[in-house]
Each structure stands twice: as C-alpha cells, then as structure tokens.
C-alpha cells in the first residue's frame, strides 16, 4: 500500500469514527491499468470516495449516507442488523454525487450499510457501520399480541395518539412495522399546540401531512393549523396562519386532507345561535382562500333552539367526522356521525345525489338484527366504480357494541348489501368505541381497524383481519389507573423501501 492510499484510508475512517460510526471498503487487486503511474507520485484510482454517514437529529433510528464515484453510475444500498433483516433502497438512474437517507430502523441497532454497484452483477464498492438510537423515552407502552406473519400485510403503520390526562399529551407521530417496532417518530414542539391531529401519508409526494390540535392560546395569535413533513422531518409546507383554535369558528376539525392540487379539504367549525355544525371548505393551501364549499344549513332545517338548557348550551347538530373528495370526477363524500348518514354529494350544483343510512334512500338487501350504521367513523370508498363502503361503526349505547361493516351499493337499483362484518364478539376480542375508529383496506384485501377507546374499562388496539374476519395481527396500548391511551385513526402504508427477506 503507498503513502498517499494509506493517508485517505486514514482521513475516512477518522471522519466516520468521529460520528460513531465506522466505513470499510473490499480488498482489491489493482492491476496495472488501475495505477496511474506519474514519476514523483504513485496514486489509485478509487471507484468510489468522500464516504460520510451522519445521524438524523431529527429522527434517531435514521442516517444520511453521502459519497462520490470516479463515474455516473446507478448504485443501490442495504442496511441490515443481526436482528433485523433490513432494507434496500436504489437509485433511479446514474449520478457521481450520490445521496441515500436510510430510515425504518429499529432502536438501539448496530446496523451494517453496504454500497453496490448496480450492474447486471452487482460489485460490493464499500460498507459502513452506524448504530441506531432511541425513540422518545415518554412513549406509552405498547405491546404485540396475536401475529400471523404469512397473513398479515407487509407495512409501517402511521399514527398519533391522545391521552386521556391532557398533561400527559405530547405532539409526536409515530410508525410501527408488523413485528411492533417503532421504526420512525417526529416530534413538533409549539407554543400553540400540545398534540397532533390528522396524519397522512402521501404515497405520491412520499411526505406526511399532520393536522394540529391547536390550543385556546392561538386565539389571538396567528399560527399554523397543519404542516406537510419529509420523511427526514424537515417542513416542505405549512398551512397559512389563522387566529383560532381546534374546533374553533372558521377553524378545522376531525379531518385534514391534502388534494392532489395543493388545496386543502376539512370540515370547518360553525357556530350559529344555538347550534354547532360544519361547513365542507376547500382552500387554497397557500393563501386559504375558499375554493369550494358546502353547508348542511342549505338542505336541512336547523334544530329548534328551544330545545337548547340555556343561552350557553350548544347543540351539536351535525358532527362531519369524514371527507374524501374526487375533484376530477366533481364528487365529495360526507359522513355525519350524528345523522349516521353517509352522504355523495355533486360538487357543481351541491346537491345530494344520494344518502347511504338506516333513513337514506337504499334498501336494506337480507336479513340483519342491526343492518345500518350507527354514529360511525371514517368510511372509505372501495370496490369498483366506489359500490363498496366500509365503516367502523360504534354503534349506540342500547347496541353495546361497535364492529366493521361493509356495503356493497348498486346505485341503479338503490340497493345496499352488507358484504362484511366483523365485532369480534365470538373471538372474545368485542368492544365498544363511544368516538373514536378506523377501518381501512389494505392492498392485499385484509382491513386494518384502529380500536381508539376513551373508555377506562377496555384497551385501545390496532387489529388487521382477513376478508374472512380472521385476526392476523394485534397490537396494544398501555392503560394506566388514571388515564387511558387512545386512538383517533392510523394508516398502514407500503413505505418506499424494498424489505430484504434473504
């Protein structure tokens, strides 16, 4: 080995030891066409050089990955650990400055990276070492329950939580992989507000958008309500800053989206004499002029005040708990808990164009003690064309218990099915949520239900069941003596990363 290898060997590994983590690189045999001979100095060509790994400060179970090659070419990297089989992450096409951010680790990891050219055989250039750190030490506990590895979903599960102590209430989002390890948090610390709201992931954008629950503090203050986030957990947007609070006037509240356009949908709180009800707004994101919106005010008759204690006393009429809107095809659909109707509405005139429900305009198809929805949350649009609508429905007190229901509609004959159900009664796994649920279908068909429980007698979970109803995974939160974990909704998403299960 000459002096001048030996000195850069020197200078990388000072570099990497000095950020606690280590880089190696393959022996090779240099030939002569690799020697560049020159008559005061020997030097060797390196296919690949400036190797960096740096820790996330934002994110501790992530790094930064940095390096240069004598020449474009694609390359591709792994990163794994004695415990975790890891992940592959390529590049898209061929570069001499390449950057990789390597994230979904597990805490408190010695996870091993490698770096390969990516030809039709691969050529291991260099490796490195970097150890993973801690998500926050506040966390709730949270703990696996059943877990069928051949069916349950490949995914991260996206989610924020609330407790029922609101000192205890932090704002962090969080991401679990199928074996219960957190594998990402990001944590977001103001003055206005102490927890998150809505979290979404966009597979498009590969961003996060997060709704925040904005205190009583931001009254007379202007702040933002929502911020879109990389997955680094750097701020690519932020809402325009209002003067109000959650579930204030003019102010958001259950649900945040993100259009494909850059507007924004929600329901917006209105107060009007006695009763509180909402407006379905779409914003512009950046100035949050209103581009669209629809009042129930317009097409139902509003409750009688008279039925209200006192001047003080509120009705809450409507409770929009859901949105999801396709501008394209100018239609929006609405839930409202409190009506337990489920609404499509034609975004150009603002008419309704039907009402899914126990007083809706379908016929119930078969025979069910309990064939409607009741004070649901979160429906969501599948099947072909949209025929098929799954809810977590809560159900009632006199019902004594909440289940999964899906519908199948046939919108010319008017006609609405139940095609699943699911209440884990049978199972010994039965509960009732007052307020809080998620149901989701996943791409392999299996249904991912968020159990979010203010309730001090059960425990709130995340459950993935198969179209059948069979449970495949099971996942718990903490309860304590004086206050309760719970849960509003979760995504669980492919990430943008290839699971390596070699």
Not at 1 to 9: E, G, H, P, V, W
Not at 75 to 88: A, E, L, Q, R
Not at 422 to 441: C, E, H, P, Q, V
């Amino acid at each position: 080995m000459n002096k001048f290898f030996a000195i850069t060997l020197f200078l990388l590994l000072f570099l990497c030891v000095s950020c606690e983590n280590k880089v190696n690189f393959p022996e090779k045999e240099i030939s002569d066409e690799d020697e560049i001979q020159d008559e005061d100095t020997d030097t060797v060509q390196e296919l690949l050089f400036n190797l960096k790994v740096e820790a996330n400060e934002k994110n501790s179970l992530s790094c930064r990955l940095t390096f240069s090659t004598s020449d474009e070419r694609k390359t591709f990297v792994k990163y794994y650990s004695d415990t975790h089989k890891g992940y592959k992450i390529s590049e898209e096409s061929a570069k001499s400055e390449h950057y990789f951010f390597l994230w979904g680790m597990r805490e408190n990891r010695d996870y091993k990276i490698e770096i390969y050219s990516d030809d039709a055989e691969p050529e291991l250039l260099a490796s490195a070492e970097f150890h993973s750190g801690r998500a926050p030490d506040y966390l709730p506990l949270m703990y696996p329950g059943e877990h069928n590895k051949a069916k349950t979903a490949e995914g991260f599960v996206l989610f924020q939580y609330a407790i029922t102590d609101l000192d205890l209430m932090v704002p962090v989002a969080l991401m679990l992989d199928t074996d219960g390890e957190i594998v990402w948090y990001y944590e977001y610390y103001t003055w206005f507000s102490n927890s998150f709201g809505d979290v979404a992931w966009n597979p498009e954008k590969q961003t996060i958008l997060i709704a925040l629950l904005k205190n009583a503090s931001a009254n007379d203050s202007l702040a933002e309500e929502a911020i879109e986030i990389d997955l680094e957990g750097n701020i690519v947007w932020k809402a325009p800053g209002i003067m109000s609070y959650y579930y204030g006037p003019e102010s958001w509240h259950h649900a945040y989206y993100m259009m494909k356009d850059g507007s924004v949908t929600f329901p917006q709180v209105i107060y009007d004499d006695c009763i509180i009800t909402d407006k379905i707004v779409n914003l512009n994101g950046a100035t949050y002029d209103e581009l669209w919106s629809w009042d129930y005010r317009d097409y139902f008759e509003k409750p009688d005040c008279a039925t209200a204690e006192n001047d003080n006393f509120y009705i809450d009429w409507t409770h929009t708990n859901s949105v999801s809107m396709f501008k394209e095809e100018g239609i929006v659909y609405v839930n409202s808990r409190n009506f337990s109707t489920f609404f499509k509405i034609d975004m150009n005139s603002g008419t309704i164009i039907w009402r899914l429900g126990k007083d809706g305009d379908f016929t119930f198809v078969g025979k069910k003690e309990y064939p409607w929805f009741e004070r649901a949350h979160d429906p969501e649009i599948n099947g072909a064309n949209g025929n098929k609508v799954i809810f977590f429905d809560n159900g009632t007190a006199e019902r004594g218990f909440s289940r999964i229901v899906e519908y199948t509609i046939d919108e010319k004959a008017m006609t609405a099915e139940m095609t699943f159900e699911f209440d884990g009664i049978n199972l010994g796994k039965g509960w009732w949520s007052k307020y809080w649920g998620d149901a989701d279908r996943l791409e392999n068909g299996n249904i991912f239900v968020t159990i979010g429980i203010n309730d001090m007698q059960q425990i709130s979970r995340f459950l993935e069941l198969t179209p059948n109803g069979e449970v495949v995974w099971e996942f718990f939160f903490e309860k304590n003596d004086d206050w309760q974990i719970s849960l509003y909704k979760a995504d669980k998403f492919i990430p943008p990363l290839e699971f390596v299960n070699e």
